[in-house]
């Protein structure tokens, strides 16, 4: 009965993962939106993730630009036409010196060619102190 309920949940997986891909033939498909640096101190600096896609229309397209919700990020995206069937890979780079620390959530939307809507790609984690130097002996 159990290898039965197994089945069955890998058969909707299957499917809704298919219409998944089915909805989105008109445009880029990434593997993942969403990156999750988990803990990061302010100190560390430049902090990066990469988006991999693959285009999955009929059509070549271009990204047109990379709006960041914080100008703490830059973002490195293919600047030339992405054909049918083929991939890239969009790098967002997260500067954390001089950010607070706490939880960060932040959003990235590429502008894409024709008339499709923007992708959305998030990162987030939480930026963790510096550790504070004690560099006077104890007393």
């Avoid at 069955?8 to 809704?16: G, S």
């Avoid at 939880?103 to 923007?118: A, H, M, N």
Wanted: charged share 20%; proline share 7%.
């Amino acid at each position: 009965m159990i290898d039965f309920k197994r089945h069955i949940v890998t058969l909707f997986v299957f499917i809704l993962v298919g219409s998944a891909f089915a909805a989105d033939k008109d445009g880029l498909v990434f593997n993942d939106t969403i990156h999750d640096f988990g803990e990061i101190s302010v100190q560390s600096g430049y902090n990066t993730c990469q988006f991999d896609f693959v285009n999955a229309s009929d059509s070549t397209i271009f990204i047109l630009g990379a709006l960041s919700s914080c100008n703490c990020t830059t973002v490195d995206y293919p600047r030339e036409a992405i054909k049918p069937g083929k991939g890239g890979v969009i790098r967002i780079t997260y500067d954390t010196v001089g950010r607070p620390p706490g939880p960060f959530d932040r959003t990235v939307l590429l502008i894409l060619s024709g008339e499709r809507p923007p992708v959305r790609l998030r990162y987030r984690g939480t930026a963790t102190a510096a550790p504070s130097l004690n560099i006077l002996p104890p007393f």
